[in-house]
């Protein structure tokens, strides 16, 4: 006797308007009065996971000082003042997307691709921070070097390009 396999539920159309229920802060989104706040919310973690990002480059730029490779460590202080860069955008950016926290309802379709944007969001950020700690360092080749900053490189380009199309989604709901 063959049995079907059972849908999990949320499974198809419908799984990223049920994880918003279960990821906090999207419920407030559906309602005007608390979109700012749970916004803001948002703002707190990507920044919290900006800072965790930079900490750890920070602590790599200061191995590079401690073993005198000073134009690698150049280098990654780039990276290190571009995070920051985005941390400040984040930090200043407006909250008054007036199409979105305007309106007084928004659709669960836009909900979903909100939800999906910032899940990806976050899962960028996790798969940097992973590949930066679990790369050994500092690289004792010319080529490790090369492959630490493409790394680091590649992950910040993800996060910026996630933040914008954020931004875009949430200017034209």
Known sequence: MTTQPKERPGSGDRFLANLAYLVPGYQGYKHKRTRQEEDARLRHRVLAHLDELSG?????????????LDRAADVLQQRIDRLERLHQAVRYAPYGFAGFFDAEAVSEEF???????????????????????????????????????????????RIERRLVSRDKLLGNP
């Open 111 to 157: 909900l979903e691709r909100l939800l999906e944007l910032d899940l990806l969001l976050f899962q960028d950020f996790d798969e940097t921070i992973e590949k930066v700690r679990g790369m050994a360092f500092p690289p004792s080749t010319r080529p490790g070097f090369d492959r630490f900053f493409l790394a680091v490189d590649a992950g910040i380009e």
């Open 56 to 68: 750890l480059l920070s602590n790599r730029h200061g191995t590079l000082l401690e073993v005198s």
